[in-house]
């Protein structure tokens, strides 16, 4: 059973794992499929989500939202994670001309509120700032969250991939601690380990999030030489550990950071699930983890 954790010091608690839909148009589930996916999950104790407004095109929260909408009542016992502020060309948004950024206040408000009629609730758990961007206003992206949260509409607030003097200025600008930093951690790039990405989270006693633990597919498949090198030493490790795969040794070897990063599982299948709830049991010794460091670097440590 998967525990809860709070992930800053004033709050939230979250689920230790997190189960992420960026990819839920791609699982080809039917609503009372996608409701049973959610419902297995949740018995395994990962009662967190992990959202944005654009992943699947947009479509994404609205499939989530009509499975939440076959059983309301699950409502209480999950905590949602979305973000905005990246806006994508898209037939549904005919007229924009390039991929660009937008944290302006009236931005904020409009993607919230469609977060909130897709997702079908009232309220979203973390609303995290998708991708820095280099025109972002801290004032007025403070006096957009101070309203959000006055009326009710998000609990808590975050940012993802931020560097720590980004999440620095943003902070310095609102009264709530942001509660996390959503960042891209697996062993083909963990570069926030070693730029003060996670040295900062520690410092603060916040955990940040991992997004793509199992580096999109590389890991698994890739043909550079690093891929190569890393699936050698995680198959290695898979059987020093008497781990199933090396996607369980992967999430430990996440987890091992001091930051305690929360890994996001981002399959739609119920057994990949439960043996990334298999792998919160799997602890490596500081020499097995840096065997994966000195793998994907290519040289040992200075």
């Not at 189960?19 to 996608?34: A, C, H, I, K, V």
């Not at 991929?99 to 408000?109: E, G, K, L, M, V």
């Not at 820095?132 to 957009?144: I, K, N, S, T, W």
């Amino acid at each position: 059973m998967v525990a809860k954790v709070t992930i800053a010091p004033q709050g939230p608690d979250l689920s230790e794992l997190v189960q992420g839909y960026w990819r839920l148009t791609e699982w080809g589930m039917s609503p009372q499929e996608r409701l049973t996916f959610l419902k297995q999950h949740v018995e395994l104790g990962i009662t967190t989500v992990d959202h944005a407004d654009i992943y699947g095109n947009y479509q994404c929260e609205s499939l989530f939202g009509e499975a939440l909408a076959l059983d309301p009542s699950l409502r209480e016992q999950l905590q949602i994670v979305t973000k905005c502020d990246i806006k994508l060309c898209s037939d549904q948004f005919p007229d924009r001309q390039i991929n660009h950024y937008d944290t302006s206040a009236a931005h904020i408000y409009q993607s919230v509120n469609n977060s909130l009629q897709r997702l079908g609730v009232s309220e979203i758990d973390v609303l995290l700032i998708h991708r820095p961007d280099v025109l972002m206003d801290a004032d007025e992206v403070a006096e957009a969250f101070t309203e959000l949260h006055k009326v009710g509409k998000v609990k808590h607030f975050g940012v993802s991939n931020f560097s720590p003097s980004q999440f620095n200025l943003l902070q310095s600008r609102i009264n709530k601690p942001l509660v996390t930093n959503q960042v891209e951690i697996n062993p083909l790039n963990f570069e926030v380990a070693h730029d003060g990405t996670l040295d900062q989270m520690q410092m603060l006693r916040t955990r940040p999030m991992a997004w793509s633990c199992l580096g999109g597919g590389a890991i698994f498949n890739g043909e550079s030489e690093q891929a190569q090198r890393v699936r050698s030493v995680l198959e290695e490790l898979r059987a020093e550990l008497g781990a199933e795969s090396i996607d369980q040794v992967i999430y430990a070897w996440v987890r091992a950071l001091p930051s305690k990063p929360l890994a996001i599982v981002g399959s739609g299948k119920i057994d990949r699930v439960k043996a990334a709830v298999a792998a919160l049991d799997l602890t490596l010794t500081r020499e097995q983890w840096f065997r994966v460091w000195v793998a994907s670097k290519g040289h040992g440590v200075p």
